[in-house]
């Protein structure tokens, strides 16, 4: 009996945990309607007067990014912007023959009359965030763009975001990214899904409301004074971007959020890539949860309720262990439902937490909307995706929830950088990318034995009870088989 109220005592704190966080979300889909009806209009920088133009710096952190550093600096080099006033960091750390090519294609844009440096290290000290800061020893811009190997920003970028720096309390202006490849796959869609709703919900719903928000790492700009008053670029996490923007906000720079200018990029089309994507972030979100939580508590200078905000975003990540430990935790309290009659009420209790996917429904529901506009058929089509995004979702939540707890326990590990493909249909191939991680980790096998364990939890509820089956938790262990399944299918399968 002892083993059973374990089971039911974590069970019922990882739901408990899971509502707060929707309740948190729904918070901010309040606060995203009302910025919707409230646009601001603050006064601007004037860039019609060369003289009164400000001076930018571009820096480009790469590495090992062979397939995409032409389509990058052809791109960049069309950015509008006086060249007297603009300069551009290649921050190159590779190790591989594009350093050769980039290096060629440069020479090609200094002829120009581009102002372009190649910056090369001798170590990876730092990994990019060490790269970011060994260019700013040099950089001469106030403001400084930073665009990772992926991103093609269009020609009017720097028009549209430098002039929101005439608050000169703005240490930051985030842009939201647009996907290239978001019709690709099934796995890109779901990706792009993710993404839409961090770029919209949460964003907007943060930002509009003076809470903390993250720069994403690319597609922003920042001021350098505030750079330098927060602390510079720290290597000690594996998301640099969230660590200084934390330590930035928490000296009362205040960050802008432009929802209306898209930044399109490209997401990762393999799922080893996404998956060493996912574990980057998720990681480094419980790393910058360990440190930062102290100093967001004690903090004199912020409001309870952007207290919270703050906490709860930086445990973001960590909900895909209380996500996991539901998941898993599912099958024995189905057969604890029909043994212990004595708990009836506490079931019954238990399942008004399925308010907790409602609230995601619906928050989610406005962000597809702001991307793929309303109406009948798009909702037919948003509960189809809707339920495909939950599913792989959880189908990662094994290989996230791993991610989150090395966090959580100070395990080091590595940058592993996520490899860029340059593919814009199903007409390109990437089965010759040299970067793609060619084994899958034994994580991978694990995720099979998960799909066989939902399937079973399936089975088991035409089998419990005696009144012909309990078919409470059937959807739920249909979404984590397919989940599961997938991950590992494509983990093992869709490889070099």
């Not at 001021?223 to 927060?230: G, H, L, N, S, T």
């Not at 445990?315 to 212990?340: D, G, H, Q, R, W």
């Amino acid at each position: 009996m002892v083993l059973e109220y374990i089971i039911i005592t974590l069970y019922t704190i990882s739901l408990v945990l899971i509502l707060v966080y929707a309740i948190a979300q729904l918070n901010l889909l309040i606060n995203y309607l009302k910025a919707q009806k409230k646009k601001e209009n603050l006064p601007t920088l004037d860039l019609s007067d060369i003289k009164k133009i400000p001076y930018v710096t571009i820096q480009l952190p790469v590495y090992n990014e062979l397939y995409v550093m032409e389509r990058l600096l052809s791109n960049i080099a069309k950015l509008e912007y006086p060249r007297e006033k603009l300069e551009i960091q290649v921050l190159d750390d590779s190790t591989d023959e594009s350093v050769e090519s980039t290096a060629t294609q440069i020479e090609e844009l200094q002829k120009t009359g581009l102002n372009i440096q190649h910056i090369r290290r001798e170590n990876r000290q730092g990994f990019k965030a060490g790269a970011l800061k060994e260019g700013l020893k040099t950089a001469k811009g106030e403001f400084i763009a930073i665009f990772d190997a992926d991103f093609l920003p269009k020609e009017n970028w720097l028009l549209k975001t430098v002039p929101h720096f005439k608050d000169s309390k703005i240490g930051v202006v985030q842009t939201r990214w647009g996907h290239i490849n978001r019709n690709y796959s099934t796995l890109t869609k779901i990706q792009a899904f993710a993404l839409d709703a961090h770029f919209t919900l949460e964003q907007v719903g943060r930002n509009s409301q003076g809470h903390f928000i993250n720069f994403n790492g690319t597609a922003g700009i920042w001021r350098k004074e505030c750079i330098y008053d927060a602390g510079n670029w720290e290597g000690d996490t594996l998301t640099e971007d969230l660590d200084l923007s934390y330590r930035a906000q928490l000296k009362n720079w205040k960050f802008k959020y432009l929802e209306d200018v898209v930044t399109p990029a490209e997401l990762p089309v393999v799922i080893s890539a996404a998956r060493s994507q996912q574990f980057r972030w998720n990681k480094g979100g419980a790393e910058n949860f360990q440190k930062m939580l102290k100093r967001i508590i004690t903090s004199n200078n912020i409001s309870l309720k952007t207290k919270l905000h703050g906490t709860l975003h930086l445990l973001n990540s960590s909900m895909f262990t209380c996500i996991f430990l539901v998941a898993v935790l599912s099958i024995p309290m189905l057969y604890i439902k029909n043994e212990y009659a004595h708990l009836k009420i506490y079931f019954l209790v238990m399942s008004f937490f399925i308010v907790s996917t409602l609230i995601f429904f619906i928050c989610y529901w406005f962000m597809y909307k702001r991307t793929y506009g309303g109406g009948f058929w798009n909702f037919i089509k948003y509960i189809g995706a809707f339920f495909a995004f939950f599913s792989i979702a959880m189908g990662f939540s094994l290989h996230n929830t791993i991610a989150v707890l090395e966090g959580h326990l100070g395990k080091k590990s590595e940058f592993v950088r996520t490899p860029k493909f340059n593919i814009k249909s199903l007409k390109d191939s990437w089965k010759n990318n040299k970067y793609i991680r060619k084994r899958p980790s034994l994580h991978v096998i694990i995720e099979g034995l998960l799909a066989l364990y939902f399937a079973f939890g399936m089975y088991s509820a035409f089998t419990v009870g005696d009144q012909g089956g309990d078919f409470g938790l059937f959807p739920f262990h249909l979404m984590l088989f397919v989940g599961f399944g997938y991950v590992f299918f494509k983990s093992i399968f869709s490889k070099a």
